[in-house]
């Protein structure tokens, strides 16, 4: 069965602090991976899409490695702030038959000021 | 350039009752996707649609139903609601097919008492 887990649910850090989010997917057989934030009762902001064939990519702060032989994607967030508080989702779309994009329960973030 | 929109915003409705939520996609988007969030998961694909056509359906039963335009906008429709079709509902557009990046419009709140 095509997975992505996320631990831990959420985690507290303060603010400042270099931060890593893991996510874990179950098959190497992927076309990308795009991690979302969602603040509370709202839709999914799209942070970054990393194709199959890239290692990484970089947005500001935030960068995201892709290692699909192991099955794993880290978000680092760099000198977080408060603002940066908000639940962060990992997405695999998967390759084959009826290929569709799946996500994980997300990790909640508290940026403590 | 237009975001992804969704309407209503909220809707409560009573078990055994049918729902209409609406979705304009992206400008230039011609593939649209929906899903299901509950409450503290990540969400759950229904279905998408390209170029008006179905093109991929989640584990949903065929109460849920949905249309594309020629405009690229789209609705999903769920017929005789049950109490667990409460959900946060999420359209996501995309260009070219779903392996690109998807991007997400804020959702519906549906409650169903």
């Known amino acids: 069965k095509q997975e992505v887990t996320q631990i831990p649910a959420a985690l507290s850090v303060p603010e400042g602090e270099n931060l890593v989010l893991n996510c874990s997917f179950t098959?190497?057989?992927?076309?990308?991976l795009q991690w979302f934030r969602q603040d509370p009762g709202k839709g999914l902001t799209s942070l970054l899409l990393?194709?199959?064939?890239?290692r990484e990519q970089t947005s500001g702060r935030l960068n995201a490695s892709l290692d699909k032989s192991s099955g794993r994607s880290t978000l680092y967030i760099a000198a977080s702030q408060p603002g940066d508080s908000a639940t962060y989702l990992c997405?695999?779309?998967?390759?084959?038959?009826?290929?569709?994009?799946?996500f994980g329960k997300g990790i909640t973030l508290s940026v403590r000021p | 350039e237009t975001g992804v929109t969704q309407s209503p915003t909220h809707l409560i409705k009573t078990r055994g009752q049918q729902v209409t939520l609406r979705c304009s996609s992206q400008?230039?988007?011609?593939?649209v996707s929906w899903y299901q969030q509950a409450l503290g998961q990540g969400p759950q694909f229904i279905f998408q649609?390209?170029?008006?056509?179905?093109?991929g359906r989640g584990n949903f039963p065929p109460r849920f139903s949905g249309l594309q335009f020629p405009n690229y906008s789209s609705e999903l429709n769920v017929n005789a609601l049950e109490l667990d079709d409460s959900a946060l509902y999420l359209c996501?557009?995309?260009?070219?097919?779903?392996?690109?990046?998807?991007?997400f419009g804020p959702g519906t709140r549906l409650t169903v008492t």
């Open positions: 400008s230039g988007h011609n593939t």
């Open positions: 098959d190497s057989a992927i076309y990308n």
């Open positions: 649609y390209y170029r008006e056509e179905e093109n």
């Open positions: 990393i194709q199959s064939s890239q």
């Open positions: 996501a557009s995309s260009l070219q097919g779903i392996h690109h990046e998807q991007y």
């Open positions: 997405a695999v779309f998967y390759t084959g038959a009826n290929s569709k994009l799946t």
